[in-house]
């Protein structure tokens, strides 16, 4: 295997390779071979997952200076060392399903990093210096143990995809809504109370997840017909407990369905979802609109939000 490995290295390093595989090859360590004389200078994508790496090289960027691709998926490493700093071309960086416990702040010299997926270690929290990351465009946290994000974070103005499913996140920083191109946020299985308000104002984000947050009763109005994803959302009532909500217009009385319950009040960080209920109660009654006559009498008391939801 020994032999095998040097010999791929080498052909590498003779033809100029821009791409080598170095997948399910059990390395417990990194290879000197690829640190040898030169390095792979050509090298622009170095492969390694699944593998028992637990560190990586300080002169990894002397020898491969024109990394772009570093792909280090299932290993053991446990600290992302302070000269992964020093790979200024790398746009990609995964280091899913490791054990890292640490991510150094020298991650936020890599300028022209594009995606970072950190997903399935053992961090706490991220540095500040990711918010120095001005090129990110993915950034995936999901399934560690972060009990908040960065405040710096809204600070990466190419950030469109962030996933940070599965930690222990109380709140959201309202910096997030600051972001100009998020276009998926995705914040499932955590133990979320409420959303900042802003949330959603931007035309560029369309898609929230936020099932399994059990704690969370309410969404902010912004985020009306964007969001996708909210089954877990509030705490399970029985419906003996409920009491049923209903909508009059003039001399007829129409109760709400059990299902569609009370979320929000006046204690509470967020707005009701009006226009939840609305909809509910829109569509289950529908059969009983004859000739439109309640149908205009209801859209005639109804706020004129409802009305353009309802209508679009």
């Known amino acids: 295997m020994a032999s095998e490995l040097c010999k791929t290295i080498s052909v590498a390093r003779l033809e100029k390779h821009k791409n080598l595989f170095l997948n399910y090859r059990n390395l417990h360590h990194f290879p000197l071979?690829?640190?040898?004389?030169?390095?792979?200078?050509?090298?622009?994508?170095l492969y390694m997952k699944r593998n028992s790496l637990t560190t990586l090289p300080e002169n990894l960027a002397q020898k491969l200076p024109n990394l772009v691709e570093l792909y280090l998926h299932s290993n053991n490493i446990v600290v992302v060392p302070e000269a992964i700093g020093s790979l200024v071309k790398l746009q990609c960086l995964d280091l899913s399903d490791n054990a890292l416990e640490i991510v150094c702040p020298e991650i936020g010299r890599l300028r022209a990093l594009r995606h970072l997926r950190l997903a399935n270690n053992q961090l706490q929290f991220l540095p500040p210096e990711v918010?120095?990351?001005?090129?990110?465009?993915?950034?995936?946290?999901?399934?560690?143990?972060?009990?908040?994000?960065?405040?710096?974070?809204?600070?990466?103005?190419?950030?469109?995809?962030?996933?940070?499913?599965?930690?222990?996140?109380?709140?959201?920083?309202?910096?997030?809504?600051?972001?100009?191109?998020?276009?998926?946020?995705?914040?499932?299985?955590?133990?979320?109370?409420?959303?900042?308000?802003?949330?959603?104002?931007?035309?560029?984000?369309?898609?929230?997840y936020v099932d399994n947050n059990i704690n969370l009763k309410g969404l902010p109005s912004y985020l009306y017909n964007k969001v996708i994803g909210c089954s877990g959302c509030g705490a399970p009532i029985q419906v003996s407990e409920v009491k049923l909500l209903s909508f009059s217009s003039g001399p007829r009385t129409v109760f709400l369905p059990a299902e569609v319950k009370a979320i929000g009040t006046e204690h509470d960080h967020i707005l009701p979802l009006q226009e939840l209920a609305m909809r509910s109660l829109y569509h289950t009654y529908h059969r009983f609109l004859k000739g439109g006559q309640l149908l205009v009498l209801w859209l005639t008391a109804a706020p004129p939000s409802v009305c353009r939801l309802l209508t679009c």
């Open 131 to 208: 918010g120095d990351l001005k090129e990110l465009q993915t950034l995936d946290i999901s399934t560690n143990r972060l009990l908040t994000l960065p405040e710096r974070l809204h600070m990466c103005l190419s950030l469109q995809y962030l996933t940070v499913d599965r930690n222990r996140l109380w709140y959201v920083p309202r910096h997030l809504c600051q972001l100009p191109s998020l276009n998926e946020l995705s914040m499932a299985g955590n133990r979320l109370a409420f959303l900042p308000l802003d949330l959603g104002r931007s035309r560029e984000l369309q898609y929230v």
């Open 33 to 45: 071979e690829l640190l040898k004389d030169e390095g792979l200078q050509y090298l622009e994508r």
